[in-house]
């Protein structure tokens, strides 16, 4: 009787830990179900405020005997199929919410696809007069009134709404909440783009993101003739698999738009012209709009996002910040760009997470959500802040994030490409020295690719490290693990013979040499050595001061540049390696700097010039990045 009550208690052990490290997952979609053998499609255009008429279709449930919440999805990229015999491939956010049972709104946004009007891409909030603004309208407006008219016009519904969305759908997400409907109850915005200028797609710290803004607008953006089913193709052809190859032959930027777009892509010309962060890129800050968020908010990003990591993670933290006693609950994971949303989540590139993620997230996150928020039914996810640490590979609950229990401790550059939490140079101008040369910039991975594809974030950095315009530092191996929880801050003490120039940094996790070779991508790759990108940011050094009001860096100065490499849950294992990568150039997702103070966006060949670079490790001038430590 004892040994069988300790083989129970045993049993019982192991399955309470399970569901610790990875959950257990509350519901499965069954496979077999098929939502057009349960709903109806119907198709309508929904008048806005100003006349404009949006194209929309909704899916409801044929059985009519109950009421159902609304799940409003709006976007800029087709809610295709538009046949009416022809069915989206999932309703909702994951299979589990058609056979739960809601009622789904799709629309195109104006000026897109089937919609009318003109299409601006992040159309900034309409400015309020404090006269008669019935008749202006923003993709906040759009979302209010197409809300108002499902409660005047569907059957069956419990009169609350949910939206959500992924990447610029995620956006609109934002949009909607801002100046809520009272029938909106849950929102989740994913992958959301915050500021276009500091952080998101198009710059980071001031830097252009050449070729995702060029792909992006090129296929989105440009002039379309009237409304259309299909995406259009883009209005320029590579001509190349090799975007390296592509992006050095067009020289400047300045070149694109008369040699590709000819003037079709207008957004790109508006860019061209703001190259600073002046008021064209302030209003289209959504950070500046989120005071008054009163219903609870879902926030997902993945740590591996290479389009919209910086967008969902601030504008958790401005809602929380406005409104500390807001429902809101963050979510990170080991994803790509929308990664959550489909597949398993086992693995990015070459890593293995050991687990299910993006099902773990679907069901025993997003889904619970929803269901509880629109139809009171089980419990909300429960935590602050829900984050899966890599390295170890477990699912980690906080009830504040950053966590509250870390410790603050620098990792410094030192000679011998050494890399220490204590520093030990002494020397009074201990420095190491690169190149860079705008004509054979750093490529930012070793893939051959015309677009920046959603694995190089994890990419094995090996190819970077053996440059000589590449710094490299590291630690010994690590004698017990190191837990990271947070923002990472590069403080670098530089110096140039330029004018200006870009100062990428890059947290490697460096895996031992006996590590096991069990890459999902592929048998030839050796994980022995292997050099895993964590983090990297980089930082235009005119913008160094002020994003307004650029600034030149006077050649043989040295000179601070601190910026923030975003957030992290990660744990280095013992017996691995931190690296730091330091470098000037990672083209083409960030375009040349001329290394010149010159507006970049109209510099001509003739701006761009070699410089030499320094970056400090002396007790006087000292580099180092600054990281929040876990307990073990």
């Known amino acids: ?58 899916y409801s449930p044929r059985d009519s005997g109950r009421e159902y919440p609304v799940m409003l999805f709006r976007t800029p990229y087709s809610i295709a199929p538009y046949e009416q015999d022809k069915f989206h491939r ?13 009622i789904f709104v799709y629309q195109d946004v104006r000026g897109k696809f089937q919609s009318p009007g003109t299409f601006e891409v992040m159309k900034p909030l309409r400015v309020k007069t404090g006269g008669d603004d019935s008749a202006v309208s923003d993709e906040s407006t759009d979302t209010y009134d197409t809300i108002q008219w499902i409660l005047d016009h569907l059957p069956n519904h419990n009169g609350r709404v949910g939206q959500w969305g992924i990447s610029y759908p995620g956006w609109q997400t934002v949009m909607g909440m801002i100046d809520a409907h ?44 009237g409304p259309r089913s299909v995406r259009g193709s883009p209005v320029f052809r590579y001509g190349t698999p090799d975007g390296y190859q592509f992006f050095l032959d067009l020289g400047p930027v300045s070149n694109a738009n008369h040699r590709y777009f000819n003037n079709r892509v207008p957004t790109w010309n508006e860019y061209m012209r703001h190259g600073t962060y002046d008021a064209y890129w302030k209003k289209r800050n959504v950070l500046n709009y989120l005071g008054e968020i009163s219903h609870p908010v879902l926030n997902v990003a993945g740590w591996f996002d290479a389009e919209d990591f910086y967008g969902p993670m601030e504008i958790y933290y401005r809602i929380e910040k406005n409104l500390p006693k807001n429902k809101s609950t963050l979510v990170v994971g080991p994803w790509r760009h929308g990664g959550w949303s489909r597949g398993t989540g086992a693995s990015l590139g070459d890593i293995r997470f050991h687990s299910n993620t993006a099902e773990y997230y679907r069901n025993e996150i997003e889904f619970p959500f929803f269901r509880y928020h629109l139809k009171d039914i089980g419990s909300p996810p429960g935590s602050e802040a829900i984050a899966f640490e890599t390295g170890s590979n477990i699912w980690r609950r906080f009830d504040h994030w950053p966590p509250r229990k870390v410790t603050e401790r620098n990792l410094y550059f030192a000679s011998d490409g050494k890399l220490v939490f204590d520093r030990s140079d002494n020397q009074l101008n201990a420095f190491d020295a690169f190149t860079s040369d705008p004509d054979h910039p750093v490529p930012f991975s070793a893939f051959v690719r015309n677009t920046q594809g959603h694995t190089w974030m994890v990419e094995d950095q090996r190819f970077a490290s053996r440059r000589p315009d590449v710094l490299v530092y590291r630690s010994e191996p690590l004698e017990e693990d190191v837990r990271i929880a947070g923002p990472i801050i590069a403080h670098l003490k530089v110096s140039t013979t330029g004018t200006d120039a870009d100062w990428i940094v890059k947290l490697i996790d460096v895996y031992p040499g006996d590590a096991p070779d069990d890459s999902p991508r592929s048998r030839e790759v050796r994980m022995g050595g292997y050099q895993m990108l964590l983090a990297g940011e980089v930082m235009r050094g005119k913008f160094r001061n002020s994003f307004e009001h650029p600034e030149a860096m006077v050649p043989g100065e040295v000179t601070v540049i601190e910026f923030d490499l975003r ?61 929040q430590i876990l307990p073990n």
């Open 567 to 627: 957030d992290k849950l990660h744990c280095f294992r013992r017996g691995h390696r931190i690296m730091v990568q330091v470098q000037s150039t990672w083209f083409p997702v960030i375009g040349r700097n001329p290394q010149r103070f010159v507006d970049i966006y109209h510099a001509s060949e003739s701006d761009f010039q070699t410089a030499n670079h320094r970056v400090y490790h002396s007790d006087q001038h000292g580099s180092h990045i600054k990281l």
């Open 1 to 58: 009787m004892l040994q069988r009550m300790a083989i129970f208690l045993v049993s019982i052990l192991a399955v309470s830990q399970c569901f610790v490290e990875i959950g257990i997952v509350a519901q499965q979609p069954d496979e077999t179900y098929r939502a057009q053998d349960h709903y109806d499609k119907s198709i309508h255009r929904i008048p806005m405020r100003d006349g404009t008429r949006l194209f929309t279709i909704i």
């Open 90 to 102: 999932v309703l909702g956010p994951s299979p589990l919410f058609a056979q739960d049972g809601y």
């Open 182 to 225: 009272p029938a909106l109850k849950a929102s989740s915005p994913q992958a959301s783009p915050a500021d276009m200028f500091l952080g998101d797609d198009w710059h980071h710290n001031g830097a252009f993101r050449l070729m995702y803004t060029f792909h992006w607008l090129a296929r989105n953006a440009a002039f379309r003739e």
